[in-house]
């Protein structure tokens, strides 16, 4: 789906809906609930192989197109490393997930609403030395289970897949995953590479975005899987 990530936390979705950009994002998400249509709650990761490829842009817009579908709509910042959502909403970050998984805060004391209706958030929060022992723990576990019930659906954003654990680990746990690829960036290599890391740890994989690709390039240029 070629596309440009927006480069001012712009939620796209939300600023112009009728734009092409946005009609893609809709697109994706009918895209994803064929896949899952067995799944009434549903979680999907976001990745990418690498930093500033647009995840964090497409789980915002992703979310925000459901919240617009008039789905209940969670968006969990787990990329704990370099958090980045509670900017697409002009949110603080002073708390969040990190605290919740280290057991100093309950779930429903780290969940904020947003001001897109349907739509809530939990953010990143403090950013801690141990964020792939956090995301293998048992209150993680616990966290997706009270989210799915809560929720029609549930959408993680999470750092990069290829060199970190942390994807994987979510991977294992969500119903399907989304990756993001700027094209201009990532090698075909790098890609299969990740593929085949999240395949290992069980992740589903139900597409790519694809960014930052001209027309001459969105006409000739695929990943083979």
Known sequence: MPQRSSKNNVIITEANPQSPISESYRTLRTNIDFSLVDNDNKVIMVTSTQQAEGKTTTAVNM???????EKKVL??????????????????????????????????????????????????GVIP???????????????????????DVVIVDTPPALSLPDAQLVAGHSDGVVIVIDVGKVKREAVKKMKSN???????????????????????????Y
């Open 75 to 124: 968006v969990v910042d787990a990329d704990m490393r370099r958090p980045n959502v509670h900017n697409m909403f002009r949110r603080p970050n002073r708390v969040g997930l990190s605290n919740l998984l280290a057991g100093q805060y309950t779930v429903q004391e780290l969940i904020t609403e947003t001001h897109i209706p349907h739509l809530e958030l939990i953010s990143a």
């Open 129 to 151: 030395h141990n964020p792939s022992e956090l995301l293998s723990s048992e209150r993680w576990v616990q966290f997706i289970e009270f989210a799915k019930n809560k929720y």
């Open 63 to 69: 979310a925000v197109a459901y919240a617009q579908a």
């Open 198 to 224: 999240l395949e290992h740890a069980k992740g589903r994989i139900l597409g790519v975005v694809l960014n930052n690709m001209n027309k001459k390039e969105a006409g000739t240029y695929a990943y083979q």
